[in-house]
C-alpha cells in the first residue's frame, strides 16, 4: 500500500483519491502513527501532506524518528508535499524560512537546466502547478538537489536518489495542476513501482472484511433514502452480514411520486436488502399545518425524522430480542469537510437536514463506509457492486424532500400537485437524454396563482418553476441550457396533465448567490 501521512491539509483525501485514480491501494494515517500500526503493512510508498502548520512552529507536528527508521531500513521512497517537504527539511538540514511574498494559485514551475529527473518525466521545460504555501526552503536538505523552481522560489521540487526521497512545494494533487497526476504517477507507479492493479472492488471487500470482525454477531440499523450514497452503504452493509442489517425507510409524506413503492421494491428484490418502509406521512403532515417559515419547516422535518427514527429502532431491538450497536450511515468524505467547516465561524444558510442530526445519547457507533470516498467514487463503487444504472446515477434529494419545494404551507393537495408536475419534468428529462449530464433536476411548487386560458374558460391557478442544474460538487452551480424543444414538451406535459398548475417557468440563477433548492 501507499501510506499518505496527514499533516491536516485540506487536500490530503484529494492525495489518497488521485491514488486510487492510478489503482494503487493506500491508506490515509495521522502524521503521528505509531511505527508499530505502519510496519505492519508493506508499504510500496510514503507521501507526507500539507498542513497548515509551519514547521518551526512550537507545537507543530513532525513524524517520529522510529518512523523515519522504518523507511531508512525499507528504503521507502518518500514524497513530501508543501508542509511535507519542509518535514523533509526540517529532519534532514534544510531551511525554511517565511517567504516575501505567500503564494497561493496558479504557478509556472520550471525545470532545473539539464534536470532529468524521473519524477518530472512526460513535463514540459515549464509547467502549471497549484501553490498554496507561506513558508518556503532557502536551502536545500544534505543530499537533495533542485529539480523545479518558479520565479518567487528557487526549490519547488528537489530530490535525493540515494535516499528515495522527493519534495514539491506545489500541490500536484488538485486538478489546478493539470499535469499533477501523471507526476503523482511518476512517483508511485515508476519510482516507487506500485502495481496498478487495485479496483473498487477492492474497497468493498475490505469494508466487507473489516465490518464482519468489528460487527461480530451484532446487528446494525440505517436510515436509507434510496439515493446513490445510502444504497450503495445498504447493500455493501448487507453483503457483510445481510439480515443482520436492519434498513429504514421514513416516508415524511413529502417524498417524490410513489417513491415510498419503488424504493421499497428495488432495494428489496434488487438489491436485496432488509428494507422496512415506515408510513409516517400523517404525522409529519399534519406538523407542517400552517408552516410556511422555510427554517421552521426544516426544524420540524429533521426533528420527526429523529423520533420516528428512534422510536423504530427500538421497536426492532424489541422484536429480534437483541440489542442493535451500530448505525449505518452513507456520509461521504465531502459532507465530511463540510460539516468540519460548518462548526467555523461561516453562516448558517440553511440547516441540511440528514441522519448527520441523530442525537448523540441513541448510544450506537457509527459505520460509515463512504467516509473516505467522494460522489463520483460512490457512483463507482455502485456500479461495481452491480448496482442498476437507474440507482447509480439518481440525482441527490433532499431529507425535508418536496417541503422544501413547495413555498408556503405544505399541504396534501399542494404535495399531490407537485409530485405530479415533478414526476413528468423528470420523465421528460430521461426521454430526451439530458438526465445524465444534469446534476439536479426538480419543480417547485410557488405560492402564487396566475391567469390563464384553457379551452374558452379562464383559469386561475399555481405557477411551477422547474429548475435543472449542472455541477459536481453541489456548492456552486449553473443553471443547465435545457433545448426549448424539451422545455416546450414539459411545459405542455405539465399544463395539461396535472390539475392545478397553468404556467411553468424555467429558473435562470446560478449559485451563488441563489441556492440550488428554492427554500
Ligand atoms: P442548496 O440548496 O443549499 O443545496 O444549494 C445543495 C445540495 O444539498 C441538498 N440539500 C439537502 N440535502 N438535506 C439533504 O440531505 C437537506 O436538508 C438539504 N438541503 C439541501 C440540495 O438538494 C442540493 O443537492
Redesign the pocket.
Known amino acids: 500500500q501507499v501510506a499518505i501521512l496527514d499533516f491536516g491539509s485540506q487536500y490530503s483525501h484529494l492525495i489518497a483519491r488521485r491514488v486510487r485514480e492510478l489503482h494503487v491501494y493506500c491508506e490515509l494515517y495521522s502524521c503521528l502513527v505509531k511505527v508499530e500500526e505502519l510496519a505492519q503493512h508493506e508499504l510500496t510508498a510514503i507521501i507526507l501532506s500539507g498542513g497548515p502548520n509551519s514547521v518551526y512552529d512550537e507545537g507543530s507536528p513532525h513524524v517520529s524518528p522510529e518512523v523515519w527508521k522504518l523507511i531508512e531500513e525499507r528504503n521507502i521512497p518518500v514524497l513530501g508535499i508543501c508542509y511535507g517537504m519542509q518535514e523533509l527539511a526540517h529532519v534532514f538540514g534544510g531551511t525554511v524560512a517565511p517567504g516575501l511574498k505567500h503564494e497561493y494559485g496558479k504557478a509556472m514551475v520550471k525545470r532545473v537546466e539539464g534536470c532529468d529527473s524521473q519524477l518530472l518525466d512526460g513535463m514540459p521545460e515549464e509547467f502549471q502547478m497549484w501553490m498554496s504555501h507561506g513558508d518556503k526552503l532557502t536551502k536545500t536538505p544534505e543530499g537533495f538537489k533542485p529539480v523545479g523552481s518558479t520565479d518567487n522560489a528557487e526549490f519547488v521540487a528537489i530530490e535525493n536518489l540515494e535516499k528515495r526521497m522527493w519534495g514539491l512545494q506545489f500541490h500536484p494533487e488538485v486538478t489546478h495542476s493539470p499535469k499533477g497526476r501523471e507526476l503523482l504517477g511518476n512517483f508511485i507507479i515508476k519510482i516507487a513501482g506500485a502495481k496498478p492493479d487495485w479496483v473498487m472492488t477492492d474497497y468493498a471487500q475490505e469494508f466487507i472484511d473489516d465490518v464482519r470482525k468489528t460487527v461480530g454477531e451484532g446487528h446494525v440499523i440505517g436510515a436509507v433514502s434510496g439515493g446513490v450514497d445510502s444504497t450503495v452503504a445498504a447493500v455493501l452493509m448487507t453483503r457483510a452480514i445481510g439480515d443482520r442489517f436492519h434498513a429504514i425507510l421514513v416516508d415524511n409524506g413529502c417524498l417524490r411520486k410513489d417513491e415510498a413503492t419503488k424504493v421499497l421494491k428495488r432495494m428489496r428484490e434488487d438489491c436485496g436488502v432488509n428494507l422496512r418502509c415506515v408510513d409516517a406521512s400523517d404525522r409529519f403532515l399534519d406538523l407542517l399545518k400552517g408552516v410556511t417559515e422555510p427554517e421552521k419547516k426544516?426544524k420540524i422535518i429533521?426533528g420527526t425524522f429523529i423520533e420516528v427514527f428512534q422510536e423504530e429502532a427500538i421497536k426492532i431491538e424489541a422484536d429480534m430480542g437483541k440489542k442493535c450497536g451500530y448505525l449505518l450511515q452513507g456520509t461521504l468524505y465531502p459532507d465530511v469537510i463540510e460539516s468540519i467547516s460548518y462548526k467555523g465561524p461561516s453562516a448558517t444558510?440553511?440547516?441540511?437536514?440528514?441522519v448527520g442530526g441523530l442525537p448523540a445519547n441513541m448510544n450506537l457507533k457509527l459505520i460509515e463506509p463512504l467516509r473516505e470516498l467522494f460522489k463520483d467514487e460512490v457512483r463507482e463503487l455502485g456500479m461495481a457492486l452491480g448496482i442498476d444504472e437507474a440507482s447509480v446515477w439518481r440525482h441527490?434529494?433532499?431529507?425535508?424532500g418536496l417541503a422544501?419545494r413547495i413555498l408556503g404551507e405544505v399541504t396534501r393537495e399542494r404535495v399531490k400537485i407537485l409530485q405530479e408536475a415533478d414526476d413528468i419534468v423528470i420523465q421528460e428529462l430521461l426521454n430526451s437524454g439530458h438526465y445524465r449530464k444534469i446534476g439536479?433536476a426538480f419543480t417547485v411548487l410557488l405560492p402564487v396563482k396566475s391567469v390563464g386560458v384553457m379551452g374558452d374558460g379562464r383559469t386561475y391557478e399555481n405557477v411551477a418553476s422547474v429548475r435543472c442544474v449542472e455541477t459536481t460538487d453541489?456548492m456552486t452551480?449553473d443553471f443547465y441550457h435545457l433545448p426549448y424543444d424539451v422545455m416546450g414538451k414539459m411545459s405542455s406535459r405539465v399544463i395539461n396533465e396535472v390539475r392545478g398548475i397553468n404556467r411553468l417557468c424555467y429558473d435562470i440563477s446560478s449559485?451563488p448567490p441563489a441556492?440550488?433548492?428554492w427554500e
Open positions: 426544516r429533521g444558510i440553511k440547516t441540511h437536514h440528514n441527490p434529494f433532499p431529507g425535508p422544501i439536479q453541489y452551480a449559485k441556492t440550488i433548492e
